[in-house]
Every structure is written in structure tokens, then in C-alpha cells.
């Protein structure tokens, strides 16, 4: 079972005022099968928190610790740059409220690019879980044609096709409409049980935290 531990990670930002510490401090795991919400307010620093769980930033305090599926524990926040994005393309998938699709790749593209990257024989695998999604019309449309809503399960697809460890989702309804947001948040929820990931959410909606098996607030 693989799992991520946030230690206390926190990244200092120099706000004009002095020095802010984002997030508060806080200790949780993330493991597979398991969903945490990170919850709270604007600027409370949940995008930062994915961002460390995700190698993207490094901590000033505390640590990011991630571990394998047969017992390796790999120090996400002392690793170098290129350990640490061949960490996050493997392990992790990145879910943005703006879905970040590659505007000149197809949506078939785009959901086969991490399999590519990784070298995976998983194509047809991954491909499939557009039908599954409802996209299978859009497999050969390009992201701009596409609704927000349609846009967004694109993106689920693409952040589950490498079978990453640990899904981020930051913000996933964010842009989109009550209807789609419940459609899409369904969604999102079950493939990732299906694909057996772990799933980190930042939300400030109560409605989608209370979803998780565990809440995480900041303030
Ligand atoms: N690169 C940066 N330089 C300085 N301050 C930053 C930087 N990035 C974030 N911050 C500050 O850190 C705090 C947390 O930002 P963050 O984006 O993580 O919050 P958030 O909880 O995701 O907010 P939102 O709900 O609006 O997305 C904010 O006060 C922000 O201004
Ligand atoms: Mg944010």
C-alpha cells in the first residue's frame, strides 16, 4: 500500500509585512483507497500544501514523505529537482480547477501523454476510461471545443492513465456550474476508488469535503 505523510510542511512566503508560514503546521497521511479533503478559506494555503505533496515546491520547514508499494520511502522535500519530477510523474496525478489540458493535443492525446511519459503499455487502458467518463465522442476533439464540464472529466482521465499512487485535485469544480460540479465530483470519486489511488481534494466547499473519509481544516 503506498501512502504520502505530510510533516508539518510548511513554505515560508514574505508577504511585504513579514514572514508567513503556509500552511499552519499540519500532520496527515494520505494512503491508497483513502480520500482527505484539504479545506478551508482563500488563502489558507491549500494549493501550496498540494504543490509540496507534489514536489512542485519544497518546504522551508517540515517534510513530504512518500511510500512505496513494496516498503522504499522516498524523502519528496530533500530530493533533487529531476528525482523529484521523475517522482511526481510517476506516482502522482494533478487535477486543476482551470483542467491545464494541452491545447494542441486531442483530448485522446492529452489522456495518453502520461502513459507516454512513462513509457507504459497502458494506452488502451487509459483510453477507455474516456468511454466510461462519457467522452468517448471527444476522443479526437481538441480541449477548446469541449464544455468546462467535459473538459474537467478529460482531466480526471488523464491524471488516473499512468495508475499514479496519489491523485491532487485542486479546486476540481471550481469553474463549473452546480450540475456539473455534483456530475463531476461523482465522477472523480469513483474512478479513483476504481483505479485504487489515494485522492486529496483542496476545497473551500463544506458540500465536497464532507465527502472525504477525512477532513482536513486549515485556517
Ligand atoms: N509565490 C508566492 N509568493 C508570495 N506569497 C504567496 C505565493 N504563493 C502563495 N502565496 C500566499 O500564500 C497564501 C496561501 O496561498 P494558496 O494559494 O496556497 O492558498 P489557497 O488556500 O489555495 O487559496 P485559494 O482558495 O484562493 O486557492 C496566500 O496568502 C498567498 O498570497
Ligand atoms: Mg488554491
Redesign the pocket.
Known amino acids: 500500500m503506498a501512502a504520502l505523510d505530510v510533516l508539518g510542511a510548511v513554505k515560508h ?3 511585504g509585512r513579514g514572514l ?1 508560514r ?1 500552511p499552519a503546521a499540519i500532520e496527515f497521511t494520505s494512503a491508497t483507497g483513502r480520500t482527505t479533503a484539504l479545506w ?10 498540494l504543490n509540496l505533496m507534489a514536489g512542485i515546491l519544497v518546504p522551508d520547514e517540515g517534510g513530504i514523505r512518500f511510500r512505496e508499494d513494496d516498503g522504499g520511502t522516498f524523502d519528496v522535500s530533500r530530493a533533487s529537482e529531476r528525482q523529484r519530477v521523475r517522482y511526481r510523474r510517476r506516482h502522482i496525478g494533478f487535477i486543476f480547477q482551470f483542467f491545464n489540458l494541452v491545447p494542441t493535443l486531442t483530448v485522446a492525446e492529452n489522456v495518453a501523454l502520461p502513459v507516454e511519459l512513462n513509457r507504459l503499455g497502458q494506452r488502451e487502458v487509459a483510453l477507455r476510461r474516456l468511454e466510461t467518463l462519457g467522452l468517448a465522442d471527444c476522443a479526437n476533439r481538441f480541449p477548446e471545443t469541449l464544455s468546462g464540464g467535459e473538459q474537467q472529466r478529460v482531466a480526471i482521465a488523464r491524471a488516473l492513465a499512468h495508475r499514479p499512487a496519489i491523485v491532487l485535485a485542486d ?1 476540481p469544480t471550481g469553474n463549473l456550474d452546480a450540475d456539473n460540479a455534483d456530475a463531476v465530483t461523482e465522477l472523480l470519486w469513483q474512478e479513483a476508488q476504481q483505479a485504487g489511488c489515494s485522492l486529496v481534494v ?1 476545497t ?1 466547499n463544506r458540500r465536497i469535503a464532507d465527502r472525504a473519509d477525512e477532513v482536513i481544516a ?1 485556517a
Open positions: 512566503y514574505d508577504d508567513r503556509v478551508g478559506p482563500s488563502g489558507t494555503g491549500k494549493s501550496t500544501l479546486e483542496a473551500h486549515l
